[in-house]
């Protein structure tokens, strides 16, 4: 089985697919998402507003340099394995409700990573466009504004519903 993402360093490696969740067979992107989900709760719960468009935000910088250095090491474009887009945009899905929703309604993460996940897999409303960006920042660019695409729609029925 072919292992491009061991032509980088292990530091690399570990922040581009965060932790090794984006190694996993078939669906890297949204195991990557599922990751980034999975921690929103724990993250609610010592956070403040704005924590979850901080995270975001800081990621996504943070990504840039990492993605860039993997795809030049493995020679590849936006391979799949590399998920910390999906992470910094899964996070700004969550960026648009106060965290003290989030634990009052833990089932929010689940709509909000299905939100996420829609935009991010068909990509309308111009976030192929950010995708068609050149190298690291095409990867990460789209994946944030699919972020806030969802976490407005999340917003949205959060105010209407409560």
């Given at each position: 089985?072919?292992?491009?993402?061991?032509?980088?360093?292990?530091?690399?490696?570990?922040?581009?697919?965060?932790?090794g969740?984006?190694?996993?067979?078939?669906?890297?992107?949204?195991?990557?998402?599922?990751?980034?989900?999975?921690l929103?709760?724990?993250?609610?719960?010592?956070?403040f507003?704005?924590?979850?468009?901080l995270?975001?935000?800081?990621?996504?910088?943070?990504?840039?340099?990492?993605?860039?250095?993997?795809?030049?090491?493995?020679?590849?474009?936006?391979?799949?394995?590399?998920?910390?887009d999906?992470v910094?945009?899964q996070?700004?899905?969550?960026?648009?409700?106060?965290?003290?929703?989030?634990?009052?309604?833990?089932?929010?993460?689940?709509?909000?990573?299905?939100?996420?996940?829609?935009?991010?897999?068909l990509?309308?409303?111009?976030i192929?466009k950010?995708?068609?960006?050149?190298g690291?920042?095409?990867?990460?660019?789209?994946?944030?504004?699919?972020g806030?695409?969802?976490?407005?729609?999340?917003?949205?029925?959060?105010?209407?519903?409560?």
């Amino acid at each position: 089985m072919n292992k491009p993402w061991k032509k980088t360093d292990k530091f690399t490696f570990l922040i581009t697919t965060f932790l090794g969740s984006g190694t996993l067979p078939k669906m890297p992107g949204t195991y990557g998402s599922l990751a980034a989900a999975l921690l929103a709760y724990p993250l609610a719960k010592i956070s403040f507003m704005g924590c979850f468009a901080l995270l975001a935000i800081c990621v996504f910088f943070l990504g840039i340099p990492f993605a860039k250095k993997a795809m030049k090491d493995t020679n590849s474009e936006d391979p799949g394995w590399i998920v910390i887009d999906e992470v910094s945009g899964q996070w700004m899905a969550f960026a648009f409700i106060a965290p003290e929703i989030i634990l009052q309604y833990p089932w929010l993460i689940l709509i909000g990573f299905a939100l996420f996940r829609f935009f991010d897999i068909l990509k309308p409303l111009g976030i192929k466009k950010l995708e068609a960006l050149p190298g690291a920042l095409g990867v990460m660019a789209d994946d944030l504004l699919g972020g806030i695409y969802a976490g407005l729609i999340l917003f949205a029925g959060v105010y209407f519903i409560f």
